[in-house]
């Protein structure tokens, strides 16, 4: 994932990408300053384009390939995840206000 300077660090490994998606997640959950939405979109680009390049490594690899397979169908069942948040906190943002109930006014005596 990312280093403490901010530079992306390449995943490798089986446990890289195994390892990563944990942090991807946790990440995404995070509501730290640091989390920004930015920041959540480019560690998920890199995610998926480094996921991209292992499971062209590893093609021939029947082994490897059911690995990073099962990787990618985590990480496509996260992105579900993502979206249908997104959906939701768009339709919630697309209500209408509700006014507030009108104060009942004192009776008087």
Known sequence: MFDKSGQWIHLETFDDFDNGLSNLIDLWSSTSKTASKARKESALAHFKEDLEAAVLEW???RAKSKKYAAISKELAE??????????VDIE??????????????????
């Open 59 to 61: 093609i021939d690899n």
């Open 78 to 87: 996260f992105e579900d995840v993502l979206k249908e948040s997104a959906s």
């Open 92 to 109: 919630a943002s697309s209500q209408p206000p509700v006014a507030p109930a009108p104060a009942k006014a004192k009776a008087k005596k």
